[in-house]
Each structure stands twice: as C-alpha cells, then as structure tokens.
C-alpha cells in the first residue's frame, strides 16, 4: 500500500525529517512558503528564551520574520506560549489544578512525590475506588502510563513497574475513564484539528497468526512518514494483552476477530491516529478550547480528550504537541495544522502559501550542518514571491563528462533559477529549473543550448514540471525521486 501525501507535502520534501523534527520542519516550511524569512539555529539559548524540553534540540528551533515582526519556536510551540504555562502542562498534577479552577471537567487524581511510599499511594488508589491509572507526573509518548487497572493486586504491581522498573518515582493516580480517546488541537477560539486514537490492534483474517499480522501493519506504517518509527513493537505489553484475550503469539484469530496489542492508545506503542475533526461534537470542541483558557499563558496546544457516553472529559494537555498526527493520519483527511498556527503569529500573510506548494527547502542538509558544528544558524534563501513555474529540459548530444552539469548550476544560480541537473543512463542530461520569473524559466532552453566549451550539445526537448522544486540548485549524483507518490 502505497501512502498517498496531502497536495502541499510529498515524499520529497519529507527525507530525511523525522521525530519531533517533523513538527519543526512543517510549520517552518508553511511559514518560509508564505515569505517569512527563515533562519534556524544551533544554540536555541543563545538567541531566545523559549523553554525547551528534550535532551535533542537541534534542529528544532527556528525564527519565522516579517518586515515588522519576529517570532521564535520550538517544535510546534511559538513563543505565544508562556514558559510559565510550559512548566504547568508539564506537570500533570498542576495542569489539574488549573482544570478544576476553571470547572473543566477532570477525573479526580492525587499526585506523590518519591518521599511517598508505595503504602501511602496503594491507600489511597484503594480508598478512591477501581478502575484507575497511575502515570508518571512528569512523563510523555505514554512512557509508564498503566491505565485501567480493577483490583489491588494490579495496583500493586503497576506501583512496583512505574516507580521501580521504569524509575518514575514522582507519579499521579486518578480515577480511570472509558471511552474514545482524542488528540484536539486548539489555537486561541479555534480547533484545528481531532485526531481518534485506537490502541494498537489487529483483525483476524482466519489464515495469518497475530506475528504476521503485526508485521503486516508495520509495514503499513512505515510508508507513513510519521508512523515510520513508530511501529508495533513485540514486547511485554503485547505479550500480556493477547494473553488476557486467550491469544498467543503465533496463534491464528478467527476471521474479523479483533485482537488489542496494547492497553493504551499512545501512537508511539502502535496506536492508530485518525482524522475526525468533522464529527466531534461542538460539546468536545468547546471543553478543548476552555482547557487551553484554563491555563494562564496558553495560547495554543493539543488537549487529550475521553468521551464516554458523548460526555468529555479532559485528560491532560500538551504545551508542545505532536502535531504530525494530524498532517499524517493513518485513516482520514491530512489537516494542516502548522497553516492554523501561523496563521495564529502572521494572520497577514494568511493564504499566501497556497500557490507555493510546489517548492520547498532541504530540511536534511540544515540539520547535517549543525551536526556537523559548522554552523551556529542558517538563514534558508527567501521562497519565490509568486506561484511557481517550472520545465524540464532533456539535453542530447556530448554532454556528459565534459563538465555540463556544474557548468548548467553556475548558469541557473546566475539567473536566479531553482531545480537540479542530472545525468541519464542514456548519455543525456536532465535539468529541472523553477522560478515566479515565467519568462527566465522559458528563456534557459536557450542556456541550455551553449554548454560549456568540450560540450556539443545537439539537441534540447522541453516540458512542463508540474512536481516540487527544491530551493536552490543543486547537481544531482544519484537519480532521487521526483514525483508525488
């Protein structure tokens, strides 16, 4: 199964980003897209006081610049958001605090810290009553997340796995609600997004085993740019879920028997996100967007949201959400979020994106450069300031070997032209060259046609390209791929 891109992304564009990258990258791109002026940086502490998380941040912050105005980011977070309001969401206890202040709808929870032991937690899971959750304070990805645990003895056990197995002595224990899990993104009054989480889970075809069907929907995930790395994995979890339900690893589920692999709907354990931002109700869209007010200093962010019964009821909330689930659902329409965020920063540049989806920037290589330490920042050429036109010329004749493909690159920079040039298996040389300058892209057949002076070119064909366009030009050494599959 092939994964079909939505019409401003290809699998182009998308090499070489991947993880957290990913949120960074898009709403970078959708901003560049619009004229901003893009400059991305090595040492995010050196140019803002942007709270970041994670050991990784490089290549994750970035400046997005109008004629009047500068903003910053972080992954998808911009500096619109507190670092006050950062450090709250980051503490699930807290971010329940504000929730109840503010009347929005919570599952009553306590927090312990490590000087609380075990006793003092099993007391009061057993006198708040079963089903319940116990999860880390400050955790995330649903790292020691155990959720719907019934009776004592698991309670025991998850306390034991969460504080000493996985070393998240700080932990939250609230009362466990069932129903459907939703990821909402919300900036200011508006949801931008409603992405279903499903648990990871398989469906009996009657003649494959629950391995090969794993296997089977990890293959299905990597052809998703954001589920690449987020693949079923065959661990203790899936083990002891298809147990409960009577299954072994290498049974064979009856046909359209459904088998759950994992208790929790986190994308990262094999979750699948769908898209159902047109079906929520205006109920849940609301009790996202007061989650967010609740929070001094939050003007945008993704609320985890469980209905049960069509009644909401919110989870947590992320300050510095994963927003790839959104672009790149497994099931659904593709929303494109990081178009709502800037229209949150830069509402005067709202639209201007549409017409440029054709272009984009080598997100590999920026990053390649900071790894490396060669640079501290980098300031991506400007996009082209109207709609791109692009053609692809087919140079025949003695072209190859005679320095034809740097001689091409010096004459596109010097026009001010974007594409590549490569050679073909057939003697010839492609060369694809996009710009707004309609009349500079018609005029480089002409180019095209002189060559350097051991070149002999007899011949160049020309059509239109209609694919994306990378900024910049560049001399290709190895066919890449060039359509939008």
């Given amino acids: ?21 990913i949120d960074a990258y898009l709403i970078a791109l959708e901003g560049w897209r619009r004229g901003l002026t893009l400059k991305w940086y090595f040492d995010p502490e050196v140019v803002t006081d942007l709270k970041i998380i994670g050991s990784q941040p490089l290549g994750k912050t970035f400046s997005l610049q109008s004629d009047d105005k500068k903003h910053f980011f972080y992954r998808s977070r911009g500096e619109k958001v507190m670092n006050e309001a950062v450090s709250l969401t980051t503490s ?71 504080r000493s197995e996985l070393s998240y002595p700080d932990v939250l224990v609230e009362r466990f609600v069932d129903g459907v899990d939703y990821r909402i993104y919300v900036a200011g009054d508006k949801v931008l997004a409603a992405t279903k989480r499903l648990p990871a889970f398989v469906v009996g075809d009657g003649e494959s085993s629950i391995e090969k069907l794993v296997e089977e929907k990890n293959n299905q995930r990597k052809e998703n740019p954001y589920l690449s790395k987020k ?18 690893l290498q049974g ?69 959400a994963d927003i790839g689930m959104h672009v790149f659902p497994l099931h659904g329409e593709s929303r494109n979020v990081p178009e709502g965020i800037i229209d949150y ?108 002076a051991r070149a002999k070119v007899e011949d160049v064909q020309e059509y239109l390209w209609e694919n994306q366009v990378c900024i910049g030009f560049e001399v290709r050494r190895k066919n890449k791929v060039a359509k939008n599959k």
């Avoid at 929005?104 to 319940?132: C, H, Q, R, W």
């Avoid at 693949?231 to 072994?248: R, V």
């Avoid at 769908?274 to 007061?290: C, G, L, R, W, Y």
């Fill in 92 to 162: 699930k206890e807290e971010t329940k605090k504000y929730l109840h202040q503010s009347n929005v709808n919570t599952p009553e929870s306590k927090g312990f810290t490590e000087e609380d032991n075990d006793e003092a937690i099993l007391k009061y899971g057993m006198d708040l009553g079963f089903p319940l959750v116990i999860k880390p304070i400050c955790g995330s990805l649903g790292k020691g997340v155990v959720t719907n645990i019934q009776n004592e003895t698991e309670l025991k056990d998850s306390i034991r796995y969460v």
């Fill in 252 to 320: 064979i589920p009856e046909l359209n028997e459904l088998v759950y692999l994992k208790g929790q709907s986190n994308i990262a354990a094999g979750g699948e996100p769908i898209d159902v931002t047109d079906e929520i109700s205006p109920e849940v869209k609301n009790i996202a967007i007061q989650a967010v007010k609740a929070i001094p200093g939050l003007e945008h962010a993704g609320v985890d949201v469980i209905v049960s019964n069509n009644h909401p009821t919110v989870i947590e909330i992320n300050a510095t």
């Fill in 345 to 452: 920063y830069f509402p005067e540049t709202k639209g201007m994106a549409q017409d440029r989806t054709q272009i984009f920037f080598d997100y590999k290589k920026i990053r390649e450069l900071f790894v490396s330490k060669i640079v501290q920042e980098a300031v991506i050429p400007d996009a082209p300031k109207g709609k791109l036109y692009a053609k692809r010329y087919v140079i025949s004749g003695k072209v190859q070997k005679v320095g034809y493909r740097n001689w091409v690159r010096r004459q596109a920079l010097k026009h001010h032209l974007n594409g590549y040039t490569r050679n073909l298996k057939n003697g010839k040389v492609v060369v694809v060259v996009g710009s707004e300058d309609k009349e500079a892209v018609d005029n480089f057949k002409e180019v095209c046609y002189k060559g350097p």
């Fill in 1 to 21: 199964m092939t994964y079909v891109y939505p019409n401003w992304l290809s699998k182009q564009m998308m090499t070489g980003v991947k993880g957290f990258n």
């Fill in 231 to 248: 693949t079923i994995a065959f661990d203790q979890d899936l083990f002891q879920s298809i147990k409960k339900q009577g299954h072994i």
